[in-house]
């Protein structure tokens, strides 16, 4: 059975870091595409950033400057690093991997604080 199991998130204060990881498993190959969404309380899920097997990368306008998303095909897995993080970065953090067919993880709280 196909896992997709998420870490990193946490607690920090305005202007700091988090790096958050997302791993799959029970799978022979990496994804064609993994990405990161969050959810606020209240909104919608929104895409935060992608990148496929080519290398291309999609940031949303909010995270562009200070969120960098990441891969490691050989552990089939993707990461993105937030930094000067911002009250409104507060969410909770899917990863999704996309193969055949997608896979979403469980999520992982972000709160920040001001």
């Known amino acids: 059975q196909v896992q997709v199991v998420e870490s990193g998130g946490g607690l920090v204060q305005a202007g700091g870091s988090l790096r958050l990881s997302c791993a799959a498993s029970?799978?022979?190959?990496?994804?064609?595409?993994m990405g990161w969404y969050r959810q606020a309380p209240g909104k919608q899920r929104e895409l935060v950033a992608s990148?496929?097997?080519?290398?291309?990368?999609n940031y949303a306008d909010s995270a562009k400057g200070r969120f960098t998303i990441s891969r490691d095909y050989d552990k089939n897995s993707v990461y993105l690093q937030m930094n000067n993080l911002k009250p409104e970065d507060t969410a909770v953090y899917y990863c999704?991997?996309?193969?055949?067919?997608?896979?979403w993880g469980q999520g992982t709280q972000v709160t920040v604080s001001s």
């Open positions: 029970g799978i022979s190959r990496s994804a064609n595409a």
């Open positions: 999704r991997m996309a193969y055949i067919r997608e896979y």
């Open positions: 990148i496929t097997s080519r290398g291309s990368t």
